[in-house]
Each structure stands twice: as C-alpha cells, then as structure tokens.
C-alpha cells in the first residue's frame, strides 16, 4: 500500500521522524480497515494529537478518517464520543466520507449547537455549503457572526449568498439590534451584506 496517495499535500513533510512513523503505520491500519474492524485504526484516530503535535493533528486524523472511510454508524460515533479535536477532524473530513446528505447533516447540526468556535467554523465548510437547507444555512452565518467566527470560514459563502434577499433581512436586523443597543456592527456583516446584492 501506498501510504502517501491519502496523505494531504505537505503533511509528511512537516512530522518528525518518529511521528512521520507513527503516521505510516497508523495509515496503513486505516486503509485495511475492512480487514481489521474499527479497533485496528480508531486508536490512533484518538492519539493523533499527542504523537503528532497539535498542529499537525487535524490534518492527521482527517487522513486517516479518509483512508478508514468509515460508515455512518461509526462516523457517528467517532464524532459523538471524541474530543472536540476529534469531531473538528470528523466535520472536516465529511466531503470525503461518502455519507448520506442526512447523515453527515445531523452532525453539521450538532456542531452548530455547539459554544466551541472550532467546532462552528469546521461545521461550515464544504459538506454544509453542498447539503445544508438554505433555512439552516443562513442561520450558521449567524452563528459565526455571534460567536465571532470570522465568515471567511462558511464555505461557498459568495455562491450561496448571492442575490439572497432572506439573508440580507436577517443581517439588517441583527445589525440594527447591535446598534440600537450600542454595541458595534462587525465588520463581517457588512462583508456579507455585500455579497447578498451581487
């Protein structure tokens, strides 16, 4: 097996050698997943950020999620009883995993729920820009306006801003509400408001 082919561009290049080790082998038993069942990978799913170094663990585990290529089940589960560093990887790694518009969904939904930014801004990304109804969509630009996720993490935001009508409704109001309570307008908001007139 080729460990390299689901490795992301520059990731191996930036581990040590011990961790890049580590990394192979935890790949290797990610991509025969169907042999070895869950316990043979999730392991290392789970101990990516100490072997790895934090900065590097997101892109370590959504590797590996990607080899493994688990079901929905086990997707789920992963998100559900991991770290929020391992449902960060989970959200980030949902273009890839081959689930069901509901199935991913119902996690994206959960993270939004959710008071960690972290997890607000991965919940944003691709597989919500593809599958998220517009109701919800627009709702999650709100969240990160809340929480001060910056909104250059909403993927698609440009596309699916455009010309919506709703969305420029419901960023007048909040900008209003910020005002009329003397609390300043962030700058994102202007920023999308923009994009809705295009």
Do not use: I, Q
């Not at 069901?100 to 993270?111: N, Q, S, W």
């Amino acid at each position: 097996m080729t460990t390299t082919a689901t490795a992301p561009d520059g990731l191996r290049d930036t581990l040590p050698p011990s961790a890049l080790a580590w990394f192979d082998e935890a790949l290797a038993r990610a991509a025969s997943a169907g042999a070895g069942g869950p316990a043979a990978w999730e392991p290392r799913f789970a101990e990516a950020g100490r072997r790895c170094g934090p900065a590097a663990a997101d892109a370590v585990r959504t590797a590996l999620l990607r080899a493994a290529r688990p079901g929905p089940a086990d997707t789920a589960r992963l998100y559900r009883h991991g770290s929020a560093a391992e449902r960060r990887a989970v959200l980030l790694a949902l273009p890839d995993l081959g689930l069901a518009p509901a199935e991913g969904l119902a996690l994206v939904e959960d993270a939004l729920r959710a008071n960690d930014t972290s997890l607000v801004a991965a919940a944003v990304g691709p597989f919500a820009a593809a599958h998220l109804p517009a109701h919800a969509w627009r709702h999650a630009v709100l969240k990160c306006l809340f929480t001060g996720v910056p909104v250059a993490a909403v993927a698609g935001l440009a596309d699916r801003s455009r010309g919506d009508g709703e969305l420029a409704r419901m960023l007048t109001d909040y900008a209003a509400e910020r005002s009329a309570a003397g609390r300043p307008v962030p700058d994102d908001v202007r920023r999308v408001l923009a994009l809705t007139e295009v």
